[in-house]
């Protein structure tokens, strides 16, 4: 079950809903994310972000990640990402999958 | 249905939003864009009979639809040309036999896909096929929060229940849901329990859609024009909701555009980003075109392409820019904000599709329709008149229609 109203954190694991897809769109060569009633054009950093959302990698891990291909200082790097998701979430373009309460 | 595609909706565009960047980009042929989304209207059929439908008054007949493999080749052409999403509408989609097939096939070629139903006719079964067949979204219409006044305005009877049910297994089956509640003065007192409802649904969007006035509308204004008292209340009350509820349900709300200032950017500008099929396969401007006399409008079943229909054909091109604009709007510093608003409207009201539409405030009629608004909203007259294939049937008492 898809969570709402997420609060974005480093354990978070985020993932595109099932209404919102991220896609090439070969004729006009860029980057879209396809929503109800909305197409939204990424940026390249939003979109490598949003490729790393799989549900299964956590945002620390995602932050990792981007801080050791580009070098850059983590922190930064976790403010953005963090700040970017979170936007994404209350537009609910963004879901997290939920840890299975026992 | 809902006039999702038509409307102005009070929410800035995001910078991020669709159009505006791939223009930005100059991805996009430099007059008009790729158009980014369509509204396949299957069918003109539907049980419902709401007074406020989109449909043109005189419907497309069953026998004139377009088959499965038309359809099919349809949609194969729209992803050549550019299209990103379909949105499955009507009349009511459901009743076409085909639709799972349509929704695979759609799948299959890569466009998004919705689904835009009354629900009455969907069972779990249907439902959780188009899951499969790989439906990404669901907007159901909901003509009120309870079913005395829902049921009515539908006149269909336990129509509320069933729309309840359906929107209970879209969610069961983990499909995106999107709850549209068409408001007008007969219904705009439930508008703090719809949104509770679209809360208790576990929606993930609410569209508050005004009704528009053109087409079958139009007939029935005098029975659902708000009050300028109602509109201050609905504005106070989706602003409070949007606010509240950030991050669970996301609320779209439509301004009725007899009470704006500035007209709604209708259809996103006319041939620019939308465009619509109708059930017997026309390829218009927007839903309502068929309205504007005068206007030829080519078909799939013709010897053009989609694609050569869209760039070249007359109807598209005669509204396309700002070429076409008298004044006021040819020297208005918002005519590419909103494109001189909706052409259907400037057509039902002035009797011109080239006129400014009225709703704005540099109209010359804008006076006198806001006016006429006014009256008919404190005249009270609430008989509807029942949308079908007879033209019309007139509410009579206690019958509801139903």
Redesign the interface.
Known sequence: ??G???SVSEASRPKL???A?L?F?E????W?I?A????????EIAVEVLQLCDGERSVAEMVDHLAAKYAAPREAILTDVIAMLQDL????FLTEVREKTP | MSDILTEGKTEAVAPTDGLTVLEQRRSTATSYGIPLAVLAELTHRCPLQCPYCSNPVELDRSGSELTTEEWKKVMTELVELGVLQIHFSGGEPTARKDLVELVQHANDVGLYTNLITSAVLLTKERLAALADAGLCHVQISFQGNEPVVADRVAGLKNSHEKKIQAARWTRELDLPLTVNAVMHRQNLHQLSDIIQMAVDLDADRLEVANVQYYGWALKNRAALMPTIAQIEETSRIVEEAQARLKGVLAIDYVVPDYYALRPKKCMGGWGRQFFNISPAGKVLPCHAAESITGLEFESVRSNHSIAWIWQNSEAFNRYRGTGWMPEPCKSCEFREVDYGGCRCQAFALTGDAGNTDPACTLSPMHERIFKLAETEAAANNNRFLYRNFAGGTLETEGDHGA
């Open positions: 079950m898809a709402r109203n997420i809903p099932r209404h897809k896609k769109d004729t006009r060569q860029v879209v396809l109800p009633e909305r197409v939204l054009a990424p940026d979430a209350d537009k609910g």
